[in-house]
């Protein structure tokens, strides 16, 4: 069974900086992608950043210059480091992943078959 955990969300100041972490279990092709999505109540859940096996990254224009999606292959962890935080950032945050057929996929053009519970963040004014 695959299982993804977020971790480190909370409660921050406008301006002030978060690190999510995702652990996967179960979970064990070396061909795969990433991804980072948020979703506030009322509206379509969001994109904000995928990662591909290969290292190519994708960030949504809202997110870019200020987050940063990273992994830790050895500890099957993934990391979305948010600074410069604004109240518009104010989400619930999932990690989702699935696996390819190749390294070197377009991550954002496909569908993700594992999600995780996710993490609220809220950035206060």
């Known amino acids: 069974q695959v299982q993804l955990v977020e971790s480190g969300g909370g409660l921050v100041e406008a301006g002030g900086s978060l690190r999510l972490a995702c652990t996967a279990s179960?979970?064990?092709?070396?061909?795969?992608?990433v991804a980072w999505f948020r979703q506030v109540p009322g509206k379509e859940r969001e994109a904000v950043s995928h990662?591909?096996?290969?290292?190519?990254?994708y960030y949504s224009d809202s997110v870019k210059g200020r987050f940063t999606i990273s992994r830790d292959n050895a500890d099957k962890t993934l990391y979305l480091a948010m600074n410069s935080l604004k109240p518009e950032d104010t989400a619930v945050y999932y990690c989702?992943?699935?696996?390819?057929?190749?390294?070197?996929?377009?991550?954002?053009?496909?569908?993700?078959?594992?999600w995780g519970q996710g993490t609220p963040v809220t950035v206060s004014s």
């Open positions: 179960g979970f064990t092709s070396n061909k795969y992608c």
């Open positions: 990662l591909n096996s290969a290292g190519i990254t």
């Open positions: 989702a992943a699935r696996a390819t057929l190749s390294f070197r996929v377009s991550c954002p053009t496909l569908d993700y078959t594992y």
